[in-house]
């Protein structure tokens, strides 16, 4: 998955999308084919992948444009999914495009796909009535090239070449905290048609700077305001929602989401589109990068959660949707130890969470067993702790003191309530609190006491 052997290219009505080998239920593919056929909505097809290729190429932090970044995709039978990251990790951006949107099969399989900047140019001016035919894979690649040549289109040689996959490392890290987030986001309210596109067409361009606010829908439409009203949802970092100016026109509705809670974090919002769908999620500060939330640190204490993932991970076949609770049956686990099971493997990137779905899918990226401590050092520094754990019986087995270097900290833990309400006296603990994961003392108790 870390090369391209091909250019992605649109001629004659043709869009082919190179992919880089892919992983698929039979194993290594280095020349997959994902989909071959028409699109039904050709322009959403095109501007969602723009949309992706913006989102990928911008530092919205201290906004810089900087080098694309080659989105990954999945196809899994009744859709493909196209995931990327902003290039400060603060911006999370997912495509969906259902099998309703395609007149052939999608297959099954994970690779990145290639998003050029030639590409781009050319998508940008395919219109809504136009016929793409699309092929995506290496495959359709090379018959479109064999074609070209017969027919002696001109630049075809430029097809030819050997490009290294544009995929930071630690987009693998940002998926599994992303997925973790997203299960607890909660659709705040809707709105459809045209209040939809006046929203979209208000939004500060990525240049922009930091507004912050209380999204409040109206009459009129949809309203920044300093405080909180009904039914609204906070975001931070407005304009790095800019990039859906792209697909402005062809929008029927979107919906906003906010953590179950509602109190200010993390902020997301889904674009309705023929045969389609575009989320964005956004870090709870324009600063903050998915890649450093932490999110899944509590899951990961957990000591049987890694033979629960190795099980759960061997039944897996790039599902659109995972039943958490049939697989529980099936498997003779509890829903709890299936759903940290499905957390650690989404550290690996093998699952993204669907808020809208409310379930986990499958997508496959290769795998680094010492992922899991490498992408978490706090979870390293909890394990060397935990011989230094000590319960304080006196509290009812409620607090604990945990000898790190010349300092003794105080955790406050009640198991009925989880790993989420749990206290430390630490200077990591006193600045962020359990927002960003729990600090290595709660963990290092986690871990001693097999806590939840």
């Given at each position: 998955?870390?090369?391209?052997?091909n250019?992605?290219?649109?001629t004659?009505?043709?869009?082919?999308?190179?992919?880089?080998?892919?992983?698929t239920?039979?194993?290594?593919?280095?020349?997959?084919?994902?989909?071959?056929?028409?699109?039904?909505?050709?322009?959403?097809?095109?501007?969602?992948?723009?949309?992706?290729?913006?989102?990928?190429?911008?530092?919205?932090?201290n906004?810089?444009?900087?080098?694309?970044?080659?989105?990954?995709?999945?196809?899994?039978?009744?859709?493909l999914?196209?995931?990327?990251?902003?290039?400060?990790?603060?911006?999370?951006?997912?495509?969906?495009?259902?099998?309703?949107?395609?007149?052939?099969?999608?297959?099954?399989?994970?690779?990145?796909?290639d998003?050029?900047?030639?590409?781009?140019?050319?998508?940008?001016?395919?219109?809504?009535?136009?016929?793409?035919?699309?092929?995506?894979?290496?495959?359709?690649?090379?018959?479109?090239?064999?074609?070209?040549i017969?027919?002696?289109?001109?630049?075809?040689?430029?097809?030819?070449?050997?490009?290294?996959?544009?995929?930071?490392?630690?987009?693998?890290r940002?998926?599994?905290?992303?997925?973790?987030?997203?299960?607890?986001?909660?659709?705040?309210?809707?709105?459809?048609?045209?209040?939809a596109?006046?929203?979209?067409a208000?939004?500060?361009?990525?240049?922009g700077?930091?507004?912050a606010?209380?999204?409040?829908?109206?009459?009129?439409g949809?309203?920044?305001?300093p405080?909180?009203?009904?039914?609204?949802?906070?975001?931070s970092?407005?304009?790095?929602?800019?990039?859906?100016?792209?697909?402005?026109?062809?929008?029927?509705?979107?919906?906003?989401?906010?953590?179950?809670?509602?109190?200010?974090?993390?902020?997301?919002?889904?674009?309705a589109?023929?045969?389609?769908?575009?989320?964005?999620?956004?870090?709870?500060?324009?600063?903050?990068?998915?890649?450093?939330?932490?999110?899944?640190?509590?899951?990961?204490?957990?000591?049987?959660?890694?033979?629960?993932?190795?099980l759960?991970g061997?039944?897996?076949?790039?599902?659109?949707?995972?039943?958490?609770?049939?697989?529980?049956?099936?498997?003779?686990?509890?829903?709890?130890?299936?759903?940290?099971a499905?957390?650690?493997?989404?550290?690996?990137?093998?699952?993204?969470?669907?808020?809208?779905d409310?379930?986990?899918?499958?997508?496959e990226?290769?795998?680094?067993?010492?992922?899991?401590?490498?992408?978490?050092?706090?979870?390293?520094?909890?394990?060397?702790?935990?011989?230094?754990?000590?319960?304080?019986?006196?509290?009812?087995?409620?607090?604990?003191?945990?000898?790190?270097?010349?300092?003794?900290?105080?955790?406050?833990?009640?198991?009925?309530?989880?790993?989420?309400?749990?206290?430390?006296?630490?200077t990591?603990?006193?600045?962020?609190?359990?927002k960003?994961?729990?600090?290595?003392?709660?963990?290092?108790?986690?871990?001693?006491?097999g806590?939840?």
């Amino acid at each position: 998955m870390r090369a391209f052997s091909n250019q992605s290219i649109l001629t004659d009505g043709t869009l082919a999308l190179a992919l880089a080998p892919a992983l698929t239920p039979g194993g290594i593919d280095s020349d997959p084919r994902f989909f071959q056929g028409f699109a039904v909505h050709p322009q959403v097809l095109a501007r969602g992948f723009l949309v992706l290729a913006d989102i990928t190429s911008t530092r919205y932090f201290n906004y810089t444009p900087v080098a694309q970044r080659d989105p990954v995709l999945s196809g899994q039978g009744d859709r493909l999914r196209a995931e990327c990251f902003s290039a400060c990790n603060g911006v999370y951006a997912r495509l969906d495009l259902l099998q309703s949107g395609f007149d052939g099969q999608i297959g099954f399989g994970t690779s990145n796909v290639d998003i050029g900047m030639e590409l781009r140019a050319a998508l940008a001016n395919i219109r809504r009535e136009d016929k793409l035919h699309v092929l995506i894979g290496d495959d359709g690649l090379k018959a479109t090239r064999i074609a070209n040549i017969n027919t002696k289109t001109v630049g075809i040689e430029k097809i030819v070449h050997e490009r290294a996959v544009q995929m930071p490392d630690r987009w693998v890290r940002a998926l599994g905290n992303a997925a973790e987030i997203h299960q607890a986001m909660r659709p705040v309210f809707s709105i459809k048609g045209v209040q939809a596109q006046a929203f979209v067409a208000s939004l500060p361009p990525a240049t922009g700077k930091t507004q912050a606010g209380w999204l409040t829908p109206s009459r009129a439409g949809v309203k920044l305001m300093p405080r909180r009203g009904p039914g609204a949802a906070y975001v931070s970092g407005l304009h790095r929602l800019s990039a859906l100016k792209r697909i402005m026109t062809s929008l029927s509705g979107m919906t906003f989401y906010m953590r179950a809670g509602g109190e200010p974090g993390p902020f997301m919002v889904e674009a309705a589109l023929p045969c389609a769908r575009l989320t964005l999620s956004l870090t709870a500060e324009s600063w903050q990068g998915y890649s450093g939330e932490g999110a899944l640190l509590a899951s990961l204490a957990r000591q049987d959660v890694l033979a629960d993932a190795g099980l759960i991970g061997q039944t897996l076949g790039f599902d659109a949707a995972i039943d958490a609770l049939d697989m529980a049956r099936r498997l003779h686990r509890s829903e709890t130890q299936v759903q940290a099971a499905l957390a650690l493997l989404a550290v690996s990137g093998k699952l993204g969470f669907d808020a809208r779905d409310g379930a986990y899918f499958h997508r496959e990226l290769p795998d680094d067993p010492d992922r899991v401590l490498k992408d978490n050092p706090r979870l390293t520094a909890a394990r060397k702790l935990v011989d230094k754990v000590e319960r304080m019986e006196s509290t009812g087995n409620k607090q604990w003191i945990v000898h790190s270097s010349e300092t003794d900290y105080r955790v406050y833990f009640d198991p009925a309530l989880g790993a989420a309400e749990a206290r430390c006296t630490c200077t990591w603990y006193l600045n962020h609190q359990n927002k960003r994961g729990p600090c290595k003392h709660i963990l290092a108790v986690q871990l001693k006491e097999g806590l939840e």
